[in-house]
């Protein structure tokens, strides 16, 4: 894989809009990252950008909120002072300015979420309240001007709003350039506008013949600046992003996390195909040897090309030895989250999705390869060609070869592997090797989930549980859902069996039975779309076990 390989520039967007809402019937297609994740200022800012950018604005509503509410203290301390006399709308304001900023700094805490419009214009409130405070008290100089003859210096509030405002909000400069324009021309516009309606004012303006040209200078030298900080700070996000690509993929947002590593929303950068990438870490898997198994089994997943098995596009190794491989990216639903927002589901569904995942189990065995980790999470229901609740099996990582390979180091890993609520008895007592009539028990735990809303054995404990599947009998289906048809739930228990020998030998076996059910073939295409119209949330993505 060419690690050195360029795509076009992806910096190029500069809009500021809200993205639209996926349907269920066919998910929003992702967005470049470009300008939307470097810089926040795309039309369709993904949801990592959308985390930072409520983040800094909490920071930044923090510190202003800090800020004001010590001076407030200051004054209330001091209590009122001649300078205050008759004017009890500054403190009013102030207090007003301080207790929104605070419940502002509430309302972004770190679990909430926030649509790009909200979060625009909260921050619009963030940095509009203290500037129009300092407008009001730049007006009230007046009274100064007239007391003691000279006009206080303004320039330090507004500065440190500007730099404020630039450090932490993520922008383009171009945007951040208009915000920190209007915050320089603001005071310099009161302070013409003071001296064209007020005499005194404009006695003490003529009185200090530097007043009016260091402030401004000041005031436009500091947006300036705060500008140009802004376009260091994106220059240098920008490198941090050409650091998260991988050869011709740039990472977009992680949309999962395991036990071995993360997986990640990507785009190829010369075909602009959305895709997934699971990345392993070198200190996740512990040894090189297990990042070697990971390779090879990558290779011989790669090379399975039914429907409905995932599709593997590359792999590769970073230069940190961070192992990573690029997968189809499914828009859809995991059965496990199907099954949690929406219940178990009616037999002829579940049928229908077995039928497709043991024809995906048909070819893979057929090649030597056995999963070991079959469970509602590593299958997906996902919308492919137009076509609805097309079955994808995920996540060959725990895979192994039935057959002998050349280094016995990389298939001896020592230890239980697979998800206690859908292990067969034989991976947990070790006695016999797994075969593939190890995952025709798994699927029979699958199908017994998604026809009753719960594991064949839930034991509160994972010991309890992997002691339950290699002595218990299991509760026939049918006496926690009654509607659930006979034959469907012969299959299953059949499935169940504790001796392999009594299971179905293989997957072809298995889908026949399945087939030869009363429910069989009565989901149709249209009930799938149906279905997806109507119960869909427009969740995409993809599951990492």
Known sequence: MDH???GSD??????????????????????????????????????????????RLRAAALLLFAGFAAFLVLRLVQGATAADEGRPYLLGTQVIVTAVLGLI??????????????????????????????????????????????LPNIGGPWVFLMFTY????????????????????????????????????????????MYVPQTS???????????????????????????????????????????MGEVYLAEHQLLKRPCAIKL???????????????????????????????????????????FYYVMEFLPGLSLDRLVEQNGPLPAERVVHLLRQVCAALREAHEAGLIHRDIKPGNIFAAERGGVQDVAKLLDFGLAKPMT??????????????GSPLYMSPEQVTGDNSPDARSDIYALGCVAYYLLTGCAPFERGQAIKVLLAHANDQVTPPRQLVADI??????????CLAKRPEDRYQDAASLADALAACESADRWSREEAAAWWRNHARGDVGYALA
Request: aromatic share 6%; with cysteine.
């Open 4 to 6: 050195n390989a360029k």
């Open 10 to 55: 992806p910096f190029a967007e500069t809009l500021d809009s809200p993205a639209p809402t996926p349907t269920p019937q066919r998910a929003a297609a992702p967005q470049r990252a470009g300008m939307g994740l470097v810089e926040g200022s795309c039309p369709h800012l993904t949801g990592e950008t959308c985390d930072l950018l409520r983040r």
């Open 105 to 150: 700094s509430a309302m972004l805490c770190t679990r909430c979420k926030g649509a790009l419009r909200m979060l625009r214009t909260r921050e619009l409130i963030v940095f509009g309240l203290p500037a129009g405070f300092f407008l009001l008290l730049q007006a009230d100089h007046i009274q100064t001007c007239a007391a003691k003859g000279f």
């Open 166 to 209: 630039a450090l932490f909000i993520p922008n383009t400069w171009r945007r951040a350039g208009l915000v920190l324009g209007a915050m320089a021309a603001a005071p310099i516009a009161m302070m013409v506008a003071l001296w064209m309606t007020h005499d005194q004012c404009a006695h003490c303006m003529a009185a200090d013949a």
């Open 217 to 259: 200078l000041l005031l436009i030298v500091s947006a300036i600046g705060a500008t140009f900080g802004v376009h260091t700070i994106g220059a240098l996000r920008r490198e941090a992003f050409r650091a998260r690509q991988l050869g011709q993929y740039y990472l977009k947002e992680r949309i999962g996390a395991g036990g």
């Open 280 to 322: 392993i870490r070198p200190e996740k898997a512990g040894d090189p040897q297990v990042l070697a198994r990971f390779e090879r089994e990558v290779q011989a997943t790669a090379k399975l090309s039914h429907w409905n098995t995932i599709d593997i596009y590359d792999y590769g190794i970073a230069d940190d030895g961070t």
């Open 404 to 417: 002998k390979v050349d280094s016995l180091q990389l298939t001896q890993d020592g230890g239980i592997t």
């Open 485 to 494: 048809p006979a034959d469907l739930e012969d299959v299953v228990l059949r």
